[in-house]
Nanobody, 124 residues
Framework: VQLQASGGGLVQAGGSVRLSCAAS????????MGWFRQPPGKEREFVAA????????YYADSVKGRFTISRDNAKNTVYLQMNSLKPEDTAVYYC??????????????????WGPGTQVTVSS
């Protein structure tokens, strides 16, 4: 599976950015796609995830109400719409695919495939 994220960049606080992650290669009958981020000098952290079948979504408390994860089945693409951005949202954002159980989707170890990451910088 190959993942390619795009849409990062520099944005002012309060602004919006939409990230995209296109998946190609091997397909699976049941999986979860997630977004993680890694702020400078910090550990990688869970942002949001979506079950490909059924579309159930999951969010970190820090982004709930501001970020929305969605998918386009036909394009094998997942999106992360980020609104009301804050300087603390500055990070490299990664998309990933999990073939594991739901209890693991909030942890990097629960994912099998990762994209290369895209930088999002929020200026104050």
């Amino acid at each position: 599976v190959q993942l390619q994220a795009s849409g990062g960049g520099l944005v002012q606080a309060g602004g919006s950015v939409r990230l995209s992650c296109a998946a190609s290669g091997r397909t699976f009958s049941s999986y979860t796609m997630g977004w993680f981020r890694q702020p400078p000098g910090k550990e990688r952290e869970f942002v949001a995830a979506i079950r490909w079948s059924g579309g159930f979504t999951y969010y970190a408390d820090s982004v709930k109400g501001r970020f929305t994860i969605s998918r386009d089945n036909a394009k094998n693409t997942v999106y992360l719409q980020m609104n009301s951005l804050k300087p603390e949202d500055t990070a490299v954002y990664y998309c990933a695919v999990s073939l594991g159980v739901l209890s693991s989707i909030r942890f990097p170890s629960g994912y099998n495939y990762w994209g290369p990451g895209t930088q999002v910088t929020v200026s104050s």
